[in-house]
C-alpha cells in the first residue's frame, strides 16, 4: 500500500505542476461510505469536522477506510486550533483544511501547532499517525510537513490576502463560496458580479504567487467542475456525500411524480 507521505508528495507535485487535484468530501461518518469515495479516483478525502456530524473518536476508521484505496484522508477541522489540528493528525489525517482564515499570524500559528519540531511545535508522542509508536520514525518526515490547505471566506481574509499566500508552507488556498458571499452580503448569489470579481482577484493574486487556489464544487456537476479547472482552479473539493445523495434523490422524485 503506498504510504501516506507518497500520497502527500503525488498531491504537491500535481500541485506544483499547475495541475488539477479532485478531492472528495464527507459528511456522513460511516466507514461504507468513506471506503467507498476512498476507492474512484480522488487524491483525497476530506473529513468535514466543521459542518459534518463526525467526532473525533470516528476518524481512524473513516482513515482506514479511506486508505484501502490508496487516497489521503484529510480533515477540514472545525476551527484553527491546537487541539483540533493535533487530533486529526494524531488519528493519521494526512493534512488539514482550515476554515476562516484571516491573517497570516493565524495560519501560521496553525502551520506550527500541525508540525513537529524543528518545523514546528505540535505536541510528539505515539498516536494511531505512527502506530502507537511502531513507525515512530518513519512517521517523523510526515509530522514535519503535512498538507495545508487555508480557507478564505470573509472579507477580513480577502483584505489580508496578500500577506496569507506568503506564509511559508502554504500548499493552497479555498474559497468557501457560501462563507464568502455571506460575508459580503449576497449569500449564495454566486452569479453577482461582484462575487465574480472578489473570484478573479483571488485567482489572479494566488497566481501571481505561485499559490495554488481552490474552490468547492459544491453540487456534483462533471460540467461545473471542468468549467474551474478551466478557469485556473487547481485544489477542487467535488461535491459532498450528502448532497450526491440528496441530489440523486431529487432527480428521482421529480421522475416519479
Same mark, same amino acid.
Given at each position: ?38 476507492? @474512484? ?37 472545525? %476551527?484553527?486550533? %491546537? ?18 482564515? %484571516? ?115 459544491? %453540487? ?12 485556473? @482552479? ?24
Amino acid at each position: 500500500m503506498i504510504s501516506r507521505i507518497d500520497l502527500i508528495s503525488k498531491i504537491r507535485k500535481k500541485l506544483n505542476s499547475n495541475l488539477a487535484s479532485i478531492g472528495g468530501w464527507i459528511q456522513i461518518p460511516h466507514p461504507s461510505v468513506a471506503e467507498i469515495l476512498g476507492q @474512484f479516483g480522488y487524491d483525497w478525502v476530506a473529513i468535514d469536522l466543521e459542518h459534518g456530524s463526525t467526532s473525533h473518536h470516528q476518524l481512524p476508521d473513516l482513515f482506514r477506510a479511506i486508505e484501502l484505496g490508496e487516497t489521503l484522508p484529510i480533515v477540514r477541522v472545525a %476551527e484553527g486550533s %491546537e487541539k483540533d489540528c493535533k487530533q486529526a493528525l494524531d488519528a493519521g489525517a494526512g493534512g488539514v483544511i482550515v476554515p476562516k482564515i %484571516e491573517s497570516a499570524s493565524q495560519l501560521e500559528y496553525v502551520r506550527d501547532m500541525s508540525r513537529w519540531p524543528p518545523e514546528g511545535i505540535r505536541g510528539v508522542g505515539y498516536s494511531r499517525a505512527n502506530l502507537f509508536g511502531e513507525f515512530f520514525e518513519k512517521y517523523r518526515k510526515e509530522a514535519l510537513s503535512p498538507i495545508l490547505i487555508a480557507m478564505i471566506e470573509s472579507k477580513k481574509g480577502l483584505e489580508n490576502l496578500d500577506e496569507i499566500l506568503k506564509v511559508r508552507g502554504l500548499d493552497a488556498i479555498l474559497i468557501g463560496p457560501y462563507d464568502l458571499s455571506a460575508s459580503m452580503g449576497i449569500t449564495g448569489d454566486f452569479d453577482n458580479v461582484l462575487f465574480q470579481d472578489i473570484m478573479q482577484k483571488v485567482l489572479a493574486k494566488s497566481v501571481s504567487n505561485n499559490v495554488p487556489v481552490g474552490i468547492h464544487v459544491v %453540487e456534483p456537476s462533471f460540467e461545473e467542475l471542468d468549467k474551474r479547472i478551466g478557469q485556473g @482552479f487547481r485544489f477542487l473539493p467535488f461535491s459532498i456525500d450528502s448532497v450526491m445523495l440528496r441530489s440523486f434523490s431529487k432527480d428521482i422524485r421529480r421522475r416519479n411524480n
